[in-house]
């Protein structure tokens, strides 16, 4: 064996999972279930502008790859992405294929909403996502700890201000940490609180789930939820231009 070749053995293998995000049809049924929920294969197909059988085919890769999970429910398979880790890498594939073209793509009206607001596989993201985790540093809510955050004392006081009782750390999956956001380029809060907190919020009566991916602040979350939160640089800028 040449040295190229035992080389080539232990190199990462990125060419498979670059081949599932190259064609533009399993490209768009993973952007629809980067919302976090699971969708059937005639949804997946409608996203992807396929027939069922190409749908069929698609999703038959998405699974090998293990790009995707498929959970069976009475007559009907539902797909969602197999982990966190497939939707981070979809995210961060994302920032580097719009860093050319950044301000353009985010210019665009139909991409307004996602911007001030959305889902990112069951966590905020988005402008509103990017101030609730500067809002939890800004209160030394959160700590560095192992591969992610530790809530504090602090961060547990702030959040049960807003009636969210944190839930505690499990093994299964990890609690907290930071994520690129793919609009903004900084970090919002993500892992089991992050979804938690979603949950929470959308309870609450402040946040809506959209179309999609999108998340809607109401009036009821203007008045009470917004006024808690820290402003970031963005909105900032926004506020002061205005």
């Known amino acids: 064996m040449t040295a190229r070749a035992t080389l080539r053995d232990h190199e990462p293998r990125l060419a498979r999972a670059a081949a599932m995000v190259a064609d533009p049809a399993r490209s768009r049924m993973l952007s629809l279930l980067l919302a976090g929920e699971a969708a059937t294969a005639s949804e997946l197909a409608a996203a992807a502008g396929v027939t069922a059988a190409t749908a069929s085919g698609h999703l038959a890769k998405l699974l090998d790859a293990g790009f995707v999970a498929c ?30 073209a950044r301000d353009a793509a985010w210019s665009r009206p139909e991409r307004a909403r996602l911007r001030e607001a959305r ?15 500067d809002t939890l540093v800004e209160q030394h809510g959160l700590q560095a700890r192992g591969d992610g955050l530790a809530l504090t004392d602090t961060g547990q006081a702030w959040l049960a201000g807003i009636g969210f009782e944190a839930p ?13 956001d793919w609009s903004e380029r900084r970090d919002h809060l993500a ?20 179309t999609g991916r999108a998340v809607s602040v109401t009036p009821r979350g203007q008045r009470e939820l917004l006024p808690k939160l820290a402003q970031s640089e963005a909105s900032a800028a926004r506020t002061a231009s205005r």
């Not at 889902?119 to 985790?133: S, T």
């Not at 505690?168 to 690129?180: D, E, G, L, T």
């Open 71 to 100: 959970e069976p429910r009475g007559r009907h398979r539902y797909y969602r992405l197999a982990h966190a880790d497939i939707a981070h890498a979809l995210e961060a594939l994302a920032l580097v294929a719009e860093a050319g």
């Open 119 to 133: 889902c990112c596989y069951g966590h905020l993201a988005g402008r509103l996502g990017v101030r609730l985790f």
């Open 168 to 180: 505690p750390p499990s093994a299964k999956r990890r609690y907290a940490y930071a994520c690129m």
């Open 191 to 210: 892992g089991a609180l992050a979804d938690a907190l979603l949950v929470h919020c959308i309870a609450q009566g402040w946040l809506r789930r959209e």
